[in-house]
DNA sequence: AATTTAACATACACATCTGTTTGTATAAAT
DNA sequence: ATTTATACAAACAGATGTGTATGTTAAATT
């Protein structure tokens, strides 16, 4: 029975969020296509209607995700003034609630993480690393800025503390991802980021009393 | 043709070091028990005989590689006199050197990592929570006596430094294991290491130049 | 020496998943 | 008011993988 044009965008997206549900639970490779019919509601049909085939459907759904505000991180370079510093560690911060709150992202991203990349979804792999490497390569502008005003601290250079920043935060996501969720991402997380920024900055040799209250250790 | 006890071993050791290829190129379900076969020159039947299904290899090949010398740092935390973070700082990178020559715990960790966790193969995943959590304690306990004896810098507490240091060891090897190891694992560990740990010291506000040398940025 | 049994190879039955084809009802076009 | 093309459902054919059953050979056992 012919749907209106609408509904089958409607129908088109319900199968992408059912894709996106059953992919995440029993992985992309385990996953039937009749899986997620029935858990859109639907038939093979509609699916084959829509879509080629999984590897089609399984890049449509990458796609349909919003990826993150690239630029969010490069216009807050560009504010000339204040410590570059406090910009990334907001940025990180900032990500990591997103994260935390978006269970789309989250899902996608486990996905993604624990996708066993065959040659059909190769495509997939080399945008995220195009993704991945522009985010390196505005944290290490960011963190050159940092250290031409002075804010770094000289233990870092701008790529270490890229390097660092990007593995911790890769590590903190994958653990919380791949293992069940089972801390509070955007805490801890911004807990570990202030100590890592805490190090980032450049601490005169006299200790000022005012911005080490930042570094006394936590309880 | 039935063979000796020893040639029994033979294949049957042929068969577990062939599935640790096979499913670190295909990933595990989708790799087939024929692919296997074919790649140990047997067939199905041979694997059948020693494993009862795919599930059961996959176990077998999990538990046939020997784990990581646990007590290593527990052995040398107890070493009274010296400074703790540099034993720590040193089993890291030895971890990383063994980890960037041993392409047998490569593929295991990577087929781990890419592993989509059904319900038969939680035992594994609860196994690796447990060394994983064994392992932390353990750094937790290093990096408090490295605060009692006074060598953590006060920005960091033990839990904090050992979240760090684990993340990004974390976030370390999974972008080298998952994105086709294209950068030298142990160097750029290392240095991060470095950085790393060089943050953790105390730095006395009296610079001592004798070991900030350690501290100038390297180029 | 005869028998048994371990260590497989081979063959088969079964289920599953895929891709395609056909059917069909309805919205849209004429 | 027909016709047509759309948006699916239902049915089918083919491939593939799994588990098991059976066959076979040589090592152990007696």
């Known amino acids: 029975m012919r749907r209106t044009k609408a509904e089958a965008e409607e129908t088109r997206n319900s199968i992408i969020s059912a894709a996106e549900r059953v992919f995440f639970e029993k992985g992309v490779s385990n996953a039937t296509l009749e899986d997620v019919a029935k858990a859109a509601g639907v038939t093979r049909g509609a699916i084959y209607w829509h879509f080629s085939n999984k590897t089609d459907l399984f890049l449509e759904l990458y796609n349909s995700v919003p990826m993150p505000q690239e630029d969010m991180i490069a216009r807050e370079i560009e504010e000339p003034g204040s410590d570059v510093l406090c910009y990334i560690e907001k940025a990180a911060g900032d990500w990591l609630d997103e994260m935390a709150g978006d269970e789309h ?115």
Chains 1, 2 share one sequence.
């Not at 940092?146 to 911790?168: D, F, V």
């Open 105 to 219: 992202r989250q899902r996608i991203l486990t996905i993604l993480l624990r996708c066993a990349y065959s040659e059909d979804l190769l495509p997939v792999l080399e945008r995220q690393q195009e993704v991945d490497d522009r985010h390196v390569a505005l944290l290490e502008n960011a963190f050159a800025k940092a250290r031409k005003e002075g804010y770094l601290n000289a233990n870092w250079t701008p790529q270490s503390a890229t390097k660092a920043l990007w593995w911790m935060m890769g590590g903190l996501c994958s653990e919380w991802l791949l293992f069940g969720r089972r801390f509070d991402l955007a805490a801890e997380g911004k807990e570990g980021l202030k100590r890592l920024f805490g190090s980032f900055r450049h601490i005169p040799a006299s200790i000022d009393m005012a911005t080490s209250a930042d570094f006394q250790p936590v309880a």
